[in-house]
Structures are given as C-alpha cells and as structure tokens.
C-alpha cells in the first residue's frame, strides 16, 4: 500500500496523458482520476487547467422549491429501482461520494480516499464532524456497516451487491472476510481480492445511500435518523412528498459551505403524462420538471422554462428475455430470433420516431464513446429480409410477440417504432402498454419490453449490472460464461487502452449474441422557472437536492 | 315510512353484498393474485415462490371463505406458513397472534391494507372521499341553480327566442361527455394557446387551497355536463305548469307575471327536476373519475383508477362500498323528498 498524499497516482498521470493526447474525454478523464482519490483540484491540474469555481454565492437563503415528479414508495436503499425515491430520501440519507456532470467524484460523506496501483486496496478517509441528527458522531463503524450491507446478496432487491461483487464471498453471499478493514474511526480499508476500478463510481450511485446502524425501512419515515440537512414531513405516494429543514441539526454541509439552501422541498406527483406536466407548469404550480422528454423540450422552451441538458449514455433496451417462457417454450432462447430482432430493427428511426432525434444512434452494445474502453465494433446489419429468414429458420414465423411497454411518452414511442418495424419485416407482433403503476412491479420478468437505463461512468458498470448471469437487474435473462469471464477480466485492467481488447470481445458477444436492442443514447433535459439556480440535471439523475436555491 | 326506509336500507346492503362479492372474485383471479404476489414479494418470483407466498398469506383459501373472512362473518385466517412462520389475517403490524382479535373484516370496521399507498385502506378513502366531496359542493352549488334558472327561465314561455336559445345550449352541454369539454376548457383557458389563460388547466394545488382560478375548471366540466339535463328536465315540467288551470286563473286575476312564476308555479315545477338532481349523483361519480385523472385532482375517482389499475383488492371493495352507499342513500332521499314535495304521493 502507497500513500499519495504528494506525488499523483502513476495511473492517474498516465490517464493525463491519455486526455492530452484525445484518447481520453474531459469528463472520462474526471471520473477516472478522482475515483482513484486524486481530488478535484489536484485533477484539473493534471490536465493544466484550473479548476472552474463552484456557483453558490448568489443564492439566497431559505425559500421554497416544487420540483414535478413521481412520488413511489419509500423503501431500503439498497433495494431502490428508481432515482425518484432517493429525491425523497436524499434529505436525509446522504452519500459517500458525488458524481458531478463533469465527471468528477466529489467526496461527501468521506474525506477523501486514496487506491493503490492495481487497484485492489482502497483506504477512504470518513470525514470529520459529522453527526447523525440525532446527536451520534457519524463513524468508519458506520461506513463498514453499509459497505458489509450493501454485500449482502440474501437482501431481495439488492442491487448495490452487483456493484459490490468484487469483495462478496459467491458460497456465503456477504463481504468477503477481511475485505472491510476498520483501521481507526475515521478510515477504512477495502481490500479487493482482485482489481476493480468501478467501486468509488458505485458508491455515488443512488441506491448507495448511508442508512443508520438498526435501520428498518418500514419505519424509516416516522423515524428518519439520518445525516442529511432534511427532514420528510409527509409522503403520500402517488400524491406528494414534502421535506422540510431539520433546524435541530447541525449539518456538516453548512460548515463546509455545502449549500442546503431551501427551507422546504415539495415534489408533486403529476403522474406520468407530460401534458400534465405543461398544465401545471403553465398554471404556475410546480418550478421545476423533473425530467423533459422529447417534444415536451421544445413545448418547455416555449413557455419560458430555462433548460439544463446533458449529453449521457443514458438509454432505452428493448430487450427480450432469454429466459421467459411462454406456452411451455422458450421464444427468445433461440439466437436466431433474438438476431432476426435486431436486423429487422433501424436504430436512427427508432431515435427519430421516439425521442425526436435528440441523441445519438447507438448499436445494441450498451457501451459507447462515451466510455473510456469502447471498442469500435460494427452494429449488426439492418436487413429486414434475412431477419425474417432467419425468424423461419428458427420456425417462429408465427409466434406472436407481445411487446411490452410502460404508458409513457418516449417509452412509448420508442417501443411502438420498434414494432412497426418488426411488423414491416413480417414479424407477428402485438402491443401491449402497462400504466406506470404497475409496470415496474415485473420489469425484470416480462418476455419483450422496454426499460431504459441510466448513465453510468465506465464501460464494464452496465454490462455487469444488466448481463451479468443472475444479476438481480439482468432483465434480458442473459448467461453467458464467456461474458462473464471477460467481464471480470475488463474490471481489471485500469488501462483504458488494454482495457479495450477485452471490451471489443465483449460488444462482439453483445452483438452477435442480439441481447438487447439498444438504439441510441439520449441526451437527457430538465427544466426550469426562471429564478432558480443548482437545479441542473444531474447526468446520472444523482439527487443533489442541497445545492438548488432562489436566485439572489 | 319507516318501513319504506327499512326496507330501502335491506335493498341497499342486498346490493353491496352483490358489488364486492363481484369486484372481490374479479381481482381474486389467479392472474391477479399473481400480479399482486410479485408486487409485495419479490419481482423475480418463481412460480413455486408466487404460491407459498399466496398460501401463506391466505390467498389460496376458497373464494367463499376469504369473502367471508374481508367480511367479517368468518374468523381471520391464521397460517402456518411453509417457512414455519404463522400469519394471521387479524395480527397486523407485528402484533401477536394470541393477543388479535378472531374476526376483523369490514364488520368489524377493519377495511384492510391497500398494497399500493401502503397505508390503511379506510384511512386512504375517507381522506380521497373528503376531496371529492369540496369538488362535488363546488358543482352542486353550480349546477344546480344554473339548472333550475335556466330550466325556468326556458319554461316560462314556451317556444319563445329565450326558450330557443337556452334548450340549444342545455342540449349542447349534456351532450358533450366530460373527457371532450374538459380536455376543450384546459386547450383554451389553462394554457396561452388561445390568449385566454385564465384559469389553470391542473387542480392538484386545489386539494390543499382551492380558489376561484384553479378550481373551477374542473367544477364546471362536471356541473355543465348534469346542468343541460336538468335544465331540460326542469323546462319540460315548468311549461307543462305553466298551462295548468289555476296559472291561467292567477293570470285573469291580474297577479302579475313574476309573483305567477314565483308563487305559483316554481313549487310545482320543481318537483320532477328534484328527483333528477338526486339521481344525478351516480352520473357525476362517473364524471369524477374521468375529470380528476384529467385535472390530477387526487380524490375518490383518482382513487378508483388507481386501485383497479393496480389490483389492490381492499381498497377497490371499500371504494365500491362506499360507492354502492352513496348511489343508495341519495335515492332513498329522493324518495322521501319527493313525498314532501308533492303531497299526493304517500309512502305506505
């Protein structure tokens, strides 16, 4: 173990030189080198940049914020599907880390962390002075707590376990022994058995939330012991859900000049129409939209909203599932028909039709150039002919497919030019939209449909949250054990370049294999009233709720 | 009378028993059950896995028997469950099985969980029912003088410009359905596409603080679409008063036109349009449902919608309870009015 209080990391110069030399994105080079523990500062200089100041001072103390969103149903966040509810619970179940739009980790929660060269021991340093709001100094006990938490796979709905799996124990299903180290009250040492580049960027995601020691979520509202500035009032779901100023807690964001401006936090449900989002917006009933989705930019602009937008690999997969049986057979286990999905299938009318052009066409693989390791693999070709050839070589020319979509605006639309294509190509295809209520109850489970995924920083994330064998999120049913052996292979290998062999291999799988069909990355927009200012859309949806405020 | 009413009340409580035992075989479906399995447990249970959750949650019991057990009538399930867990339908909330009472269905004034608010189901449709009520006062106080001062005014002559002219209207409002005027008054009033924003085409911040700007939208979609019938109804009764005997006789008096309106002819000519106001109530449940999905007004109707769309089985039975209730009462209470109102019927 190394210390690198002085000199940057080895990898982090070579990651400098990377960016210098356009091999490496400004953004990837952020996220890669402050997830290695080099801060902000220190990382901008690297690039022989200075880093840009942080907005803050033309804010005005206090107020109220009504942000339009859906308002679920609070519950472990570990278990969390959703970034809507951290919005909620972000008032007072904070984060280790932050994930900002240009790339950066900022430290929260921790001090700063430091990872050895081959990135298998990882020493975080809990910052100082923080307390739960009940008056409890906030420990490395209670960092090692959450990280033992988020290992344990016997939890149903855990999905922090997959970002985690590097120090889980496959035969137990918790933390690996030893892989948490406490060393003293305010450090921790995670020792990785293997190298893994990803776990600093898994710590900022949402279901990363740091929950207090004898936390139950059936009673995580009427008792919310948390560390965040923010306490919840009420939430109904469905209705409303309000947070309003813990004045009885001392905030270590305060004295960090962190923000947490607003006296009270509102988020209505207006449920899922965006033309529902416009009435309220135009009767002056709500400030900020969650999220804008494709002509409801445009309509937002109109009315005199200010936008924030952000290029992302945020994305839509329509995806079947390999698994799913229906009439006691197995359509999608074929290769064949997933293959003839994806020939039958254009990706730029699919862009057009569903999210009105405002991305970029993408290739099936869920990895991009906006990832550090893309490897330029070629899309498999649209060829409606040979895909209904092959649909009657598999002899499923007459299988109906039911293609499930949630009753959305861009979901929607998207799914619905993915059927009419099938259906130009000869396929037999049925439409089926399920309201949003309870389209989420069976995500994982339904034999086509759509689900759209969040942006992720590095390249080898989604393909282990979504494709890994068995992964609670695994939706497209995949197994692969070639996959499964590259991937653990990529996530190792902290060179983005080396990386990059590995990572041609595995779009080749997810290509030729015609997992999912995912047609293009979005660039995802909110919107706002005038006078308000942190609402900005957070690339990954992160809530950082503390830094919205009233224009000064 | 009283034995009218008693008998009124046995008809009513008849019906409810009719209703939930219909909603509560629907959504005891398998299918349904199934949906609802994967909603509380988890979303990738195996079939095997749906069944010992529905078994040990009672689930799998015969329709009879669990209709038996929401009603109260049969003692509450108590499982030992395949994980060696017992469950009782009484013990809620980690309470102890010994300590739960042996009955608690909606007898009992238990109305059961609803899956999707997480919350007591009672709870959720006696605050929703508050909603609907302020929406449905607002209506009633448009509606109903609108109606009868458009009824009257159409009545009065008969075949006259000002009776041309209201029918046309009256006939226009009742047939335009609330899901065309409402979506037409939040396109012109509630956005600036027309130059006459005016009002505000969402009701949410009316659930809280309803005022004249963002309710009333809503309340005249609901009122114009009951007012054209009433109207009709009322101008139909008036012009048929209006050639009675007596009003002729008033008139060789010398009394003059209005005092002939008001003294003489209103009391009659409201008999009728009385009973249709009250049966109206059933039609503006309907209407309700459409136009608080439209203006996201989150009262009885919202609540509906979302309960069937989510097969959350207790609370849809307490909504058609109450439902069934309010449709029942008013008419027994156009039936009594009537009585009062026009003196040659008797309730025996």
Redesign the interface.
């Known amino acids: 173990m190394t210390k690198h209080d002085q000199s940057p990391h080895p990898i982090a110069l070579q990651y400098a030189r990377d960016a210098k030399a356009g091999k490496l994105s400004r953004r990837e080079f952020m996220a890669r080198t402050t997830a290695l523990g080099v801060s902000v500062t220190a990382a901008y200089g690297l690039l022989g940049l200075a880093a840009p100041a942080r907005a803050g001072a033309h804010m005005q103390q206090g107020g109220t914020v009504r942000m339009q969103m859906e308002v679920r149903a609070v519950k472990d966040p570990r278990a969390f599907d959703w970034p809507q509810i951290t919005y909620v619970t972000a008032g007072w179940l904070e984060y280790l880390v932050e994930y900002n739009n240009d790339g950066t980790f900022l430290p929260m929660l921790l001090e700063s962390w430091d990872v050895n060269d081959n990135a298998t021991v990882y020493v975080l340093n809990v910052r100082q002075g923080v307390t739960w709001n009940d008056g409890t100094p906030f420990t490395a006990q209670d960092v090692a707590r959450n990280i033992a938490g988020w290992c344990d796979t016997t939890v149903e709905g855990n999905s922090m376990a997959a970002r985690f799996s590097a120090i889980i124990d496959t035969e137990t299903g918790q933390a690996l022994d030893g892989a948490i180290e406490v060393i003293d009250d305010h450090t921790i040492q995670l020792n990785l058995p293997a190298p893994d580049i990803t776990l600093i960027a898994g710590m900022s995601d949402y279901p990363a939330a740091i929950t207090p020691a004898g936390f139950n979520p059936d009673t995580m509202l009427e008792n919310p012991l948390g560390t965040g500035p923010y306490l919840p009032e009420t939430v109904e779901v469905g209705i409303k859900a309000t947070l309003v100023r813990n004045e009885n807690h001392d905030w270590w964001g305060y004295a960090a000049g962190k923000g947490a401006y607003l006296d009270r936090i509102e988020y209505i449900d207006y449920g899922t129409d965006p033309s529902a989002w416009v009435a309220a917006a135009a009767a002056d009933e709500v400030d900020i939209i969650y999220e804008t989705v494709g002509d409801f930019v445009e309509i937002f602009n109109s009315i005199g909203f200010e936008e924030s937008s952000v290029a992302s690999s945020s994305t839509i997969c329509i995806r079947p599932n390999q698994r799913a049986e229906i009439d006691g057979m197995r359509p999608y286990a074929d290769k064949r028909v997933r293959q003839a999905i994806a020939m039958a299938v254009d990706s730029a009318v699919c862009l057009e039709l569903g999210y009105a052009g405002r991305g970029e066409v993408a290739r099936n693989q869920h990895v991009g150039p906006m990832h550090p390791a893309w490897a330029d693999v070629p899309a498999m070709p649209h060829d409606p002919a040979r895909a209904l050839e092959l649909l009657q070589e598999a002899g499923m020319a007459d299988f109906e497919m039911d293609l499930i979509s949630i009753d959305d605006d861009w979901r929607k639309n998207t799914t619905d030019a993915v059927a009419a294509q099938l259906r130009d190509a000869g396929f037999n295809v049925k439409r089926t939209v399920i309201p949003g209520a309870t389209f989420w109850n069976d995500w994982t489970e339904y034999p086509f449909s759509s689900t759209d995924w969040n942006h992720r920083p590095i390249d080898t994330q989604t393909l282990g949250l979504a494709y890994r064998s068995g992964e609670a999120w695994n939706e497209s049913g995949f197994s692969n054990a070639e996959f499964d052996a590259l991937l653990a292979e990529a996530n190792a290998i902290p060179d983005a370049d080396s990386r990059r062999v590995v990572m041609q291999r595995l779009q080749e799988i997810m290509t030729d294999e015609g997992v999912t069909l995912q047609p293009y990355w979005r660039t995802i927009y909110r919107h706002a009233k005038p006078g308000f200012v942190g609402w900005d859309m957070n690339i990954a949806y992160l809530p950082h709720i503390y830094k919205i405020g009233i224009a000064a | 009378m009283v034995s009218f009413i008693l008998r009124r009340l046995g008809i009513m409580v008849l019906t409810a028993l009719c209703l939930t035992f219909i909603v509560f075989w629907l959504t005891n479906l398998f299918p349904n059950l199934e949906?609802l399995a994967?909603?509380q447990?988890?979303?990738?249970m195996s079939d095997e896995a749906v069944l010992t959750y529905l078994g040990n949650n009672g689930y799998l019991q015969p329709l009879p028997v669990k209709y038996g057990q929401w009603l109260g009538v049969l003692p509450g399930y108590v499982i030992a469950g395949t994980d060696g867990e017992m469950r009782a339908r009484c013990a809620t909330g980690g309470q102890d099985i010994a300590d739960a009472a042996r009955f608690c269905g909606i007898l009992q004034g238990n109305w059961g969980y609803s899956t999707?608010?997480?919350?007591d189901a009672g709870s959720i449709i006696a605050t929703r029912l508050g909603l609907t009520g302020k929406l449905m006062f607002w209506v009633m106080l448009l509606m109903v003088p609108g109606a009868l001062i458009i009824g009257v005014m159409a009545g009065m002559n008969e075949g006259s410009r000002t009776d041309r002219s209201l029918s046309t209207v009256s006939i226009l409002s009742t047939a335009t359905p609330e899901y065309v005027s409402g979506v037409v008054f939040?396109a012109v009033f509630?956005?600036?596409t027309f130059g006459m924003?005016w009002f505000?085409?969402?009701a949410?911040?009316a659930m809280d603080d309803a005022n004249f700007e963002?309710f009333f939208l809503p309340v005249l979609t609901i009122a114009l679409y009951g007012m054209g019938y009433i109207a009709r109804m009322t101008r139909a009764s008036m012009t048929e008063v209006m050639t009675a005997q007596y009003i002729r006789t008033a008139r060789l008096k010398g009394v003059a036109f209005s005092q002939i309106v008001l003294r003489h002819a209103l009391r009659n000519a409201l008999i009728a349009p009385f009973t249709v106001i009250m049966l109206q109530f059933p039609f503006l449940l309907n209407g309700v449902v459409i136009v608080e999905t439209l203006f996201?007004y989150?009262g009885f109707g919202w609540t509906l919608v979302?309960a069937a769309?989510?097969?959350d089985i207790e609370l849809l039975l307490g909504v058609s309870i109450v439902s069934v209730f309010v449709v029942l009462t008013t008419q027994l209470i156009s039936d009594i009015g009537y009585v009062f109102l026009n003196p040659r019927i008797r309730i025996a």
């Open positions: 949906k994967k909603t447990g988890n979303f990738r999707v608010f997480r919350d939040i509630g956005t600036a924003q505000k085409g969402t949410t911040a963002n996201n989150k979302q769309s989510n097969n």
